[in-house]
């Protein structure tokens, strides 16, 4: 199996999204994060996801997690009907990440090794929102803060979690 890792970003008040796209302007140090730890690694996100306009995508392989049976996806992109069958297609890769949305990352939470969070530290309007999950499973192995201007129009801190040992 391979190490599950959410990928996300959030406001204060645990938005990730609104009308489908995110609640604030683009974050070049968010997306060159998430660029650099998703690289050559495949993906897993919900149909919502997968409708955004500006959808994240690896050119390595995408899992769409749809009920829809005759849900038609880009090339590039398979529809699957679980969380557990878009796991059991990435069984011999080495890190998948999961991209979300609200659904996807509270299903997905129990079986996260690790979680990249970015935190927006302004709060936003949201109508979808990062689960909340016990921070107390895990360590924080990294933390990379950025001030206004530091290639971020907000201040943002990009932490990594990564699940304790049982």
Not at 4 to 8: E, K, V
Not at 65 to 80: A, C, K, L, N, P
Not at 144 to 156: A, H, L, Q, R, S
């Given at each position: 199996m391979p190490i599950?890792?959410?990928?996300?970003a959030m406001s204060q008040n645990r938005a990730i999204g609104l009308n489908n796209a995110l609640p604030w302007t683009?974050?070049?140090a968010d997306w060159d994060n998430l660029k650099e730890v998703t690289k050559g690694k495949k993906m897993i996100m919900g149909r919502k996801s997968y409708d955004n306009p500006h959808r994240i995508?690896?050119?390595?392989?995408?899992?769409?997690?749809?009920?829809?049976?005759?849900?038609?996806?880009?090339?590039?992109?398979?529809?699957?009907?679980?969380?557990e069958k878009a796991f059991e297609?990435?069984?011999?890769?080495?890190?998948v990440f999961v991209l979300g949305g609200?659904?996807?990352?509270?299903?997905?939470?129990?079986?996260?090794?690790?979680?990249?969070?970015?935190?927006?530290?302004?709060?936003?309007?949201?109508?979808?929102f990062f689960p909340e999950f016990d921070e107390t499973l895990f360590d924080i192995i990294e933390q990379?803060?950025?001030?206004?201007?530091?290639?971020?129009?907000?201040?943002?801190t990009i932490f990594t979690y990564q699940r304790k040992p049982i």
């Open positions: 599950i890792s959410l990928i996300a683009p974050i070049p995508w690896s050119e390595f392989g995408n899992f769409v997690i749809t009920r829809q049976v005759d849900y038609i996806v880009d090339e590039g992109f398979e529809v699957v009907d679980s969380l297609k990435c069984k011999n890769e080495d890190e609200e659904e996807i990352f509270r299903l997905a939470l129990p079986f996260a090794d690790k979680i990249y969070l970015t935190l927006v530290h302004e709060t936003f309007e949201g109508d979808a990379k803060d950025f001030k206004v201007g530091e290639n971020t129009p907000y201040t943002i």
